[in-house]
């Protein structure tokens, strides 16, 4: 088979005019991406040298769910703006020195750019999906993927920034950084490849973020779990490994402050005052639901040990293999009045795989932090 060579690729459409505007879009995207996606990291933090606010009590909703829209609606630009630019894979390399260095270190950062981009993009699409075909840490690996991604991208704007500055604010149709063998018009315009990829951009995003908008939750194709009714479930008891020791009768939430501690059944919780509070469970992989959660203020089981406002709580789970079972809830979230330990879900009693007997469900905190099946209580 031949290869092909820069002179194979005669469409305009191929221009630096329609690769800027792509990549301007594609930047944004990258950008609230990796804001937000920093949030989210340090959310999950156990401990915060600033505590994330408790209120709104949706501001982790609302950034991590910008963060996978933004991530799916790059989906399409990247393959639009590869597109574009694929004909100088083929570009010879000049032989000159002072000529092959910018050359080198373009094309280096391009490859690094695209490789972390699609390593990036893809395996956020899976864990939107909550399949893990690899044996590393997502969280991780993502945290730092997107640190390499955006040094790339920075050399790369640095590297390509006068052409790029041109492209923008000349016309669309402006040819003076068009490749010399780019002379066919191509079947459409370039404002028709741009609207095209744009659409698609958007698209994408809705068909993530439908999920969350009443009356059209059932057009979210890339958040199927927010389409069903109720809260979804991450992970249920049985895969937990907690069904036996959470419905034992020998049960019981130890709640410790130094040397005080209090031990309490269930029905001990069932007889204190009791509180309904609607928050949201938002998770990593985007999706969101709103629950009216009824149970004990966390505040006041602390104050049965005499625990002092300000100080930190660790929440510990039944379940021990997993990175949430054992959590450090800041003070702030553990004096918020809305912060409960659950009982109940939407008007019924808590089931086992939603966290019976006992769950945390705080303000503005994401769903992972959110420990299911709690056993211990403990006032650092």
């Known amino acids: 088979m031949r290869i092909p060579t820069e002179a194979s690729f005669t469409s305009r459409l191929r221009s630096a005019a329609v690769a800027a505007r792509v990549g301007l879009w594609l930047g944004v995207c990258f950008v609230v991406a990796l804001g937000t996606g920093l949030i ?27 963060h996978v829209a933004a991530g799916t609606a790059a989906i399409p630009l990247l393959l639009v703006k590869l ?18 260095l910018p050359t080198a270190l373009e094309r280096g950062s391009i490859a690094i750019l695209v490789s972390t981009s699609l390593v990036q993009l893809t395996t956020g699409m899976l864990n939107v999906a909550q399949w893990y075909p690899w044996g590393f840490s997502f969280r991780a690996t993502h945290y730092a993927l997107a640190f390499v991604a955006v040094g790339a991208l920075l050399v790369h704007i640095a590297v390509k920034l006068p052409i790029v500055r041109d492209a923008l604010t000349g016309d669309v149709d402006d040819t003076t950084h068009d490749r010399p063998t780019a002379r066919s018009a191509g079947p459409v315009s370039r404002r028709a490849v741009l609207t095209l990829a744009g659409a ?26 927010s389409r069903k009714s109720g809260v979804p479930i991450n992970r ?79 929440i510990r789970s039944i379940q021990t293999f997993s990175a949430s079972s054992d959590t450090v809830l800041p003070a702030s979230f553990a004096d918020d009045d809305r912060t409960l330990m659950a009982l109940g879900l939407d008007g019924e009693t808590l089931s086992i795989d939603h966290g019976y007997p006992v769950r945390l469900i705080a303000p ?17």
């Open 236 to 314: 249920t008891a049985r895969s937990a490994g907690v069904v036996a020791a959470a419905t034992n009768a020998d049960y019981r939430l130890e709640v410790a402050h130094g040397s005080a501690t209090r031990a309490l059944t269930r029905d001990d919780l069932v007889a204190m005052e009791q509180r309904t509070c609607a928050l949201p469970i938002a998770c990593v992989e985007g999706w969101s639901v709103t629950g009216e959660w009824t149970g004990v203020r966390l505040r006041d089981l602390l104050d049965l040990v005499g625990a002092p406002n300000g100080r930190d709580v660790r």
């Open 40 to 66: 989210s990291h340090y959310a999950q933090l156990d401990r915060q040298s600033v505590p994330l606010p408790t209120s709104p009590s949706w501001l982790y909703k609302l950034t991590q769910g910008l």
């Open 200 to 225: 698609s951009a958007l698209g994408a995003a809705f068909l993530y973020t439908a999920g969350t908008v009443p009356g059209v939750g059932r057009l979210a194709a890339l958040s199927s779990r």
């Open 364 to 380: 503005d905190r994401p769903g992972v932090m959110q420990t299911k099946w709690v056993s211990r209580i403990e006032v650092l």
């Open 83 to 100: 597109w574009v630019v694929f004909p100088k894979l083929f570009q010879p390399v000049p032989r000159k020195v002072r000529e092959a």
